[in-house]
């Protein structure tokens, strides 16, 4: 089963994380100095906040596919959509390590879909800033 992902940029971390940890009624299941992500079941999301210093709202919406499988069928997809396509493959992103592949829609929405293989001690891989890619 697949779990919808979205992303969003926030102004304050510690106020963001007061505002959805209630909303979820739920704390959040990753808490880093700069991140917090809830894993939830009801609704079933995988909702996290990055505290930036710009462009606020969401940054991207995703698929968290739970196997190599469910990816490849979501990959498949992907390939049939009309959008820009960037392969991005193993990465660290979001202090998980994942295999991605990103869409940008007519409207120029980035989509990711992943699967997560483990956690990471960093957000984002060695020389990268963003997780979600410019070109994508």
């Known amino acids: 089963m697949k779990r919808m992902h979205v992303m969003l940029r926030v102004k304050d971390l510690d106020t963001a994380t007061r505002f959805y940890s209630t909303l979820f009624d739920a704390a959040p299941t990753v808490q880093k100095s700069d991140y917090a992500k809830w894993m939830l079941d009801d609704p079933r999301v995988n909702f996290s906040v990055a ?3 710009e462009e606020f709202g969401i940054e991207h919406l995703g698929i968290q596919a739970e196997t190599p499988e469910e990816l490849n069928e979501l990959r498949e997809r992907i390939a ?10 193993e990465t660290t992103c979001c202090y ?3 295999d991605k592949t990103w869409i940008v829609d007519a ?3 980035a989509w990711e879909a992943f699967h997560t293989s483990g956690e990471a001690e960093t957000y984002a ?3 990268v800033t ?4 410019d070109e994508a």
């Open 80 to 89: 049939r959509a009309d959008g820009a396509v960037t392969d991005e493959g």
């Open 125 to 127: 891989g060695e020389g």
């Open 107 to 109: 409207q120029e929405v």
């Open 51 to 53: 505290e930036k210093e």
């Open 96 to 98: 998980a390590n994942s």
């Open 130 to 133: 963003e997780c979600c890619p």
